[in-house]
């Protein structure tokens, strides 16, 4: 079963910076697209950002347009999602998932039986 491996969460003040990373081990993330979430307890998950497995296309839920920008390095086998301007209400669990096929509605990310994911990354935004 694929997996990934979120990494690069933490604690961050207001206005802060933080850039997460998506990784796989033992298969390459080259075919696949790739989308970040998030998701607060108690809350439904919400799709932030996705990028297509060329990287050519990327999408980003309103809340995070022009804060966050996502990325990807094949040579690393690392998707990026680096979040800037951090505020207190992006607080939440990121998680991120791939799939072999793209979403034009994406970040609406419809659960597929073929997606897979990673088991997140706690990202607090607070003074």
């Known amino acids: 079963q694929l997996q990934l491996v979120e990494s690069g969460g933490g604690l961050v003040q207001p206005g802060g910076s933080l850039r997460l990373s998506c990784t796989a081990s033992?298969?390459?993330?080259?075919?696949?697209?790739i989308g970040w979430f998030r998701q607060v307890s108690g809350k439904e998950r919400e799709g932030i950002s996705c990028?297509?497995?060329?990287?050519?296309?990327?999408n980003y839920a309103d809340a995070v347009k022009g804060r966050f920008t996502i990325s990807r390095d094949y040579a690393k086998n690392t998707v990026y999602l680096q979040m800037n301007s951090l505020k207190p209400e992006d607080t939440a669990v990121y998680y991120c998932?791939?799939?072999?096929?793209?979403?034009?509605?994406?970040?609406?990310?419809?659960?597929?039986?073929?997606?897979?994911w990673g088991q997140g990354t706690q990202v607090t935004v607070s003074s």
């Open positions: 998932a791939g799939n072999d096929k793209w979403l034009d509605s994406c970040p609406t990310w419809p659960p597929r039986e073929d997606d897979f």
């Open positions: 033992g298969f390459t993330l080259d075919y696949y697209a």
């Open positions: 990028i297509s497995s060329g990287g050519d296309r990327t």
